[in-house]
Each structure stands twice: as structure tokens, then as C-alpha cells.
């Protein structure tokens, strides 16, 4: 029963982390413009993973996709291969654990072969939370980077210096944006999740472990005694008789 909770458990947090991280992947707002040292605070530019946006406090909104893969530093598109993987192996750990679950009946399957899945889901999930995790934190780094350099090298959001190099705080400075965070706590889910499957996956093999009767093997050490009781003699003279007065062989005995 706990090992099936545990599975439940970790399983909907899974799901979970697995909607944060998709949703973190497929939102704008990574990097967003620091306004602190900007003139004019009413417009503002922040980007994404795929496209670059420019906003105004009026609510208007533009967007521009980044057009070619070719043009983006190497980091970028590392990040963006990161939360892919991660969003597949999510995927495949999710769908895994549908028919892994102790409490659905998938026709006669057995309780080891949901305890593999149960392990195989788990690992998934793990893997697929260190990747989001990973992917947001190497982004974050290079906003990082980029904060620190821009006042003295003129660094834009994505390590490009501008021209020259003598704009300093002319250039836009970039800090975290609420989709890093978003990405972190699925991340984080994903792997508590994962290791929550993995501690179910042991519960339904101890379960299944010591699920009969036991049994104990018989001794090799039993000694035999022997019979020392005197036993009763036969005496010839005690001689059934025929009745033509004969003496036959049979004895009987009398004690």
C-alpha cells in the first residue's frame, strides 16, 4: 500500500514538473531588460529561446523569431537542446508510468514487470529534471556574465560585444526573467518526482520478495537408536499337535 502511494505521489509530481519545464520552454520572458539604470522605462525588450520581443507599459507587444540557427552563440542553441531532451525523456517517463501505475489493471500484467517500468519511469525522470535544470542554469550564467560585462565592454543579453565596445551604459543590461524560475522548480519536481518512482520500484520488489510461506528444511543431524527391549524366545516343546497325533512345525508362542 505505501509503495503504491509513494508511485501515485511521484508520478502527479512528475507530471507536474514535466508542464513547468515544457511551459518554461515555450515562454519569452528568459531574459528580461534591466530598467533600473534606462531613461525611458516605458519600453522595454526581454527574449526567449526563440524569439525576441519588445514591450511597452501600454500592454503592445512585438515579437521577432530568430529567423536562422546560424547567427546564435553556440551556448544558446545548447540550451535549447537541453530542454528538448528534457521534455522528451519527460514524455516518454510519463507515458511509461501510465502503465506502470500498481493501482491501474493492464490485463494480466505482474507486479515485477511494473516494478522495471516503475524503475525505468523514475530514471526518465531524473534524467529529464537534470536537463532542465542544466539548461536553465547555463542560461542564467550567461545573463550573468553579460550583467557584469556590459557597463565596461558594451555586452548585449547574448555575450556580443557592440560596436566599438565604448557604449557602456548605453547598452540594455539583461537579468532573470520568470521563465528561469519556472524552469528551475520543474526541474527540481521532475527530479524529486523521479526519485519518489524510484523508491516505489523497491517497495514493489520487497513486497513481492516476501510474499509466501516459509519453510524449513528438516535437520541432517537426526540420530537413530537401535531396538535393545529383549525380545521373546520360542520354545520347540510347545508343538501344535495333528490330530493323528502327530507333531507339526507350527509354534506358537505364549508370554
Not at 515544457?22 to 516605458?42: E, G, H, K, P
Not at 501600454?58 to 544558446?76: H, K, M, N, V, W
Not at 524529486?192 to 510474499?211: F, H, P, Q, V
Request: overall charge positive; some cysteine; glycine content about 12%.
Amino acid at each position: 500500500m505505501a509503495a503504491s502511494m509513494i508511485q501515485l505521489i511521484g508520478f502527479m509530481l512528475s507530471v507536474l514538473g514535466q508542464f513547468l519545464i515544457s511551459s518554461a520552454t515555450a515562454l519569452d520572458m528568459w531574459s528580461i531588460q534591466d530598467r533600473s539604470l534606462s531613461l525611458v522605462t516605458n519600453v522595454y525588450t526581454y527574449a526567449g529561446l526563440w524569439k525576441s520581443c519588445v514591450g511597452t507599459s501600454y500592454g503592445t507587444t512585438q515579437c521577432r523569431p530568430y529567423f536562422t540557427i546560424l547567427g546564435l552563440p553556440a551556448l544558446l542553441q545548447a540550451v535549447r537542446a537541453l530542454m528538448i531532451v528534457g521534455i522528451v525523456l519527460g514524455a516518454i517517463g510519463c507515458l511509461i508510468a501510465i502503465f506502470a501505475l500498481k493501482c491501474l489493471k493492464m490485463g494480466n500484467m505482474e507486479d515485477n514487470i511494473k516494478a522495471s517500468m516503475t524503475l525505468a519511469a523514475g530514471v526518465m525522470f531524473l534524467l529529464a529534471g537534470v536537463c532542465g535544470i542544466a539548461g536553465v542554469s547555463a542560461f542564467a550564467n550567461l545573463i550573468v556574465q553579460s550583467f557584469r560585462f556590459t557597463t565596461y565592454g558594451g555586452f548585449s543579453a547574448y555575450g556580443e560585444a557592440s560596436v566599438g565596445g565604448l557604449t557602456g551604459a548605453l547598452t540594455p543590461r539583461y537579468t532573470f526573467g520568470p521563465a528561469l524560475f519556472v524552469g528551475w522548480i520543474g526541474g527540481a519536481i521532475l527530479v524529486i518526482g523521479g526519485i519518489m518512482m524510484c523508491l516505489a520500484c523497491r517497495g514493489m520488489t520487497e513486497d513481492r520478495k516476501y510474499n509466501g510461506m516459509a519453510y524449513k528444511a528438516a535437520s541432517h543431524h537426526t540420530i537413530y537408536k537401535s531396538d535393545t527391549r529383549p525380545r521373546p524366545a520360542y520354545n520347540d516343546s510347545y508343538k501344535a499337535q495333528s490330530v493323528d497325533g502327530r507333531q507339526s512345525n507350527q509354534r506358537f508362542d505364549y508370554v
